[in-house]
């Protein structure tokens, strides 16, 4: 399966940004997807996470509360919603996919997009 993100860009602290990702080459609904991010000099983290069909979603413990996950079938896309961002949060997001449902370990995704820079000033 093949991944693009796309939605990145600068905003300032306390706004919004709406990411969406892209599958194809694959069954969508055969796969868990998931967000990661990156920032300079830093491990790539776990954002969140939905499962195959959509019914199950995880998020990692920072944004719990401001960011929301979704799949659209008909589109094959998965979108994060991502509310009240702060200048921590400034790094590179990445969506990925893997089967057998969602891990918080990126090490265990392998498919990957080419990422998109999220900006956020103070």
């Known amino acids: 399966v093949q991944l693009a993100e796309s939605g990145g860009g600068s905003v300032q602290a306390g706004g919004s940004l709406r990411l969406s990702c892209a599958a194809s080459?694959?069954?969508?609904?055969?796969?868990?997807m998931g967000w990661f991010r990156q920032a300079p000099g830093k491990g790539r983290e776990f954002v969140a996470g939905?499962?195959?069909?959509?019914?199950?979603?995880d998020y990692g413990y920072l944004v719990k509360g401001r960011f929301t996950i979704s799949k659209d079938f008909a589109e094959n896309t998965v979108s994060l919603q991502m509310n009240d961002l702060n200048p921590e949060e400034t790094a590179v997001y990445y969506c990925?996919?893997?089967?057998?449902?969602?891990?918080?370990?990126?090490?265990?995704?392998?498919?990957w997009g080419q990422g998109t820079q999220v900006t956020v000033s103070s």
């Open positions: 939905v499962s195959e069909y959509g019914r199950t979603t």
């Open positions: 990925a996919a893997r089967m057998w449902g969602v891990s918080t370990a990126a090490s265990e995704y392998p498919f």
């Open positions: 080459g694959g069954t969508f609904s055969s796969y868990a």
